[in-house]
Nanobody, 123 residues
Framework: QVQLVESGGGLVQAGGSLRLSCAASGRTVSSYNLGWFRQAPGKEREFVAA????????YYSDSVKGRFTISRDNAKNTVYLQMNSLKLEDAAVYYC????????????????WGQGTQVTVAS
């Protein structure tokens, strides 16, 4: 069992930055691959970024590549999402999730989810 708690969301101007954090607890958290997904009103949940358990590999959606950076600190059981050059279309509820599976872009592969944190981007 893994518990995930996101934080760091808020209101930011377009072009600004935010850093989301996801604190994980439970057994062998460092063994899990971790991902970030987001869901805007009226839209399906979409993949944003993922990182393997060791931190050795990272994956991004095309829409955030070059602007967002995922990282993890296994000593702190925390995964981060640094979001730069935010756009209006980045506004959504952001969720972190954990999985042992390898298809990290697919939400159904994730067994554990946080409650989400709201990111609002103002023009």
């Amino acid at each position: 069992q893994v518990q995930l708690v996101e934080s760091g969301g808020g209101l930011v101007q377009a072009g600004g930055s935010l850093r989301l954090s996801c604190a994980a607890s439970g057994r062998t958290v460092s063994s899990y691959n971790l991902g970030w997904f987001r869901q805007a009103p009226g839209k399906e949940r979409e993949f944003v970024a993922a990182i393997t358990y060791s931190g050795g590999n990272t994956y991004y959606s095309d829409s955030v590549k070059g602007r967002f950076t995922i990282s993890r600190d296994n000593a702190k059981n925390t995964v981060y999402l640094q979001m730069n050059s935010l756009k209006l279309e980045d506004a959504a509820v952001y969720y972190c999730a954990a999985t042992f599976e390898l298809l990290l872009r697919i939400s159904q592969q994730y067994a554990y989810w946080g409650q989400g944190t709201q990111v609002t981007v103002a023009s």
